[in-house]
């Protein structure tokens, strides 16, 4: 399935916040279930967010990848008393996932305002 983008939401009076998340960010729907079970799941590791999401751990693997690079995630590293260490992801607050969403829509929504602004038809 194709990356959901901010135009699929054009029209859509009652979005699920998962397809907002989706929309706005232009990740794929398995990544914004990744981001709201790690709501639940605070600091887990990616074997134990596979389970939790019955995926295979190279996909929440990438998934968390992507939602890092999105601001959406964070990562930290804990030790392990046999030695070693295992990374632990949390989902950032809802409040601040909002917050970006909000800011995200705005700027989407200035740029389509510029747009129509901009229209000229003698130069169309």
């Not at 999401?53 to 996909?59: A, E, F, G, V, W």
């Not at 809802?94 to 038809?121: M, N, Q, T, Y």
Request: aromatic fraction near 8%; proline fraction near 3%.
């Amino acid at each position: 399935m194709a990356e959901a983008e901010i135009e699929d939401l054009v029209g859509d009076v009652s979005p699920s916040f998962e397809h907002v998340l989706s929309c706005v960010f232009g990740i794929r729907d398995h990544e914004s279930r990744t981001y709201l079970t790690l709501i639940e799941y605070r600091g887990s590791t990616v074997a134990e967010l596979a389970d939790a999401l019955d995926r295979d751990r190279s996909n929440v693997n990438r998934s968390l990848s992507t939602l890092r690079e999105k601001g959406l995630v964070e990562r930290r590293r804990r030790l392990l008393d046999s030695g070693g260490y295992v990374y632990q992801y949390t989902a950032i607050p809802v409040p601040e996932a909002k917050r970006l969403l909000h800011d995200a829509l705005d700027e989407w929504v200035a740029g389509v305002h510029d747009s129509i602004d901009a229209f000229d038809p003698d130069e169309a």
